[in-house]
């Protein structure tokens, strides 16, 4: 394999006829697509790279979609990276990235038509950032038809939002196939994020307790659902300058609560902030006998005989 010295630079699209030309070169069966909204990180890196290997073309979308970020949210405080993506994304070895802006995107202004992630939106961090949802899922709809890809890879620290994607493609019957890769974490045990470069070296060690909450909740797992969070709630609770949002252990496929008596894969989630930062993470589990922390969902696209309604 070619190192990342002797890799082509892919081609950037910017325009809507731009994309339409450099796609015409992507021959083949398998189109992998990966979207970010810039400020690429090894998470990120990991996406591409898993895309790479599983097609014979890989698009990355740089888009910072106004439509994700709500009025008390400061859209100008994202980091705008182009230059280092750029690298990433050669290193990588994409084929194509399509960096447009928002009136490329919605050529008509603020869309009159947007899509609706419904009642699963509105919990978690629905209900922390209302409408946020309905941004990222219109973006990506338009996205998945205007790359024309047929495999989207998506990272599992964003279940949510991957849930609600799997949803979409389900429900409105979009020819796409979605991927879910591992969380990749920083050698500490942090998610690796964007956001991360908010933080101040003593945010940071604060911020460690998310991970580690999850962490024991994870090693309590064959015990149950009481003893899951028992043990990812006293790790926060030791860590008073963790402003927490919201910590979970909920059905993967329905997001409510999972009882006493449930035995299966559940998500167990956390939020926070941490000075000024808003954080989110979590992990698969297996609850019960022989449970424990999981990399991803083993069949993300089915209920199974233990739904919770």
Known sequence: ????????????????????????????????????????????????????????????????????????????????????????????????????TPDVVYRDGDPGV??????????????????????MLTVVAKLMHLTGGSAFFFGQKDAQQLLLIRRMVRDLDIPARVISVPTVRESDGLAMSSRNTYLTDSDREVALSLSRALRAGAAAADEGPSAIRRAARAVLVAEPLVLVDYLVLVHPTTLKDVPEWYRGEALLAVAGKVGTTRLIDNTPVLVGPGGGALDVFSNPDQLGPAEIR
Do not use: W
């Not at 939106?121 to 629905?126: A, H, K, Y």
């Open 1 to 100: 394999m070619s190192t990342a010295e002797e890799r082509t630079v892919p081609a950037v699209a910017r325009t809507r006829a731009d994309l339409r030309e450099c796609r015409k070169a992507l021959t083949g069966d398998e189109i992998a697509v990966v979207m970010t909204m810039g400020a690429l990180h090894d998470g990120h890196a990991t996406l591409i790279r898993q895309a790479r290997l599983a097609a014979e073309h890989v698009i990355v979308t740089i888009f910072l979609n106004p439509l994700q970020f709500g009025p008390r949210e400061d859209l100008s405080r994202y980091p705008r990276t182009f230059d280092t993506d750029l690298e990433i994304c050669t290193q990588m070895g994409a084929d194509l990235v399509f960096a447009p």
């Open 114 to 135: 947007r899509i609706s992630a419904g009642p699963l939106g509105d919990v978690l961090e629905g209900q922390s950032r209302p409408g946020h949802f309905d941004g």
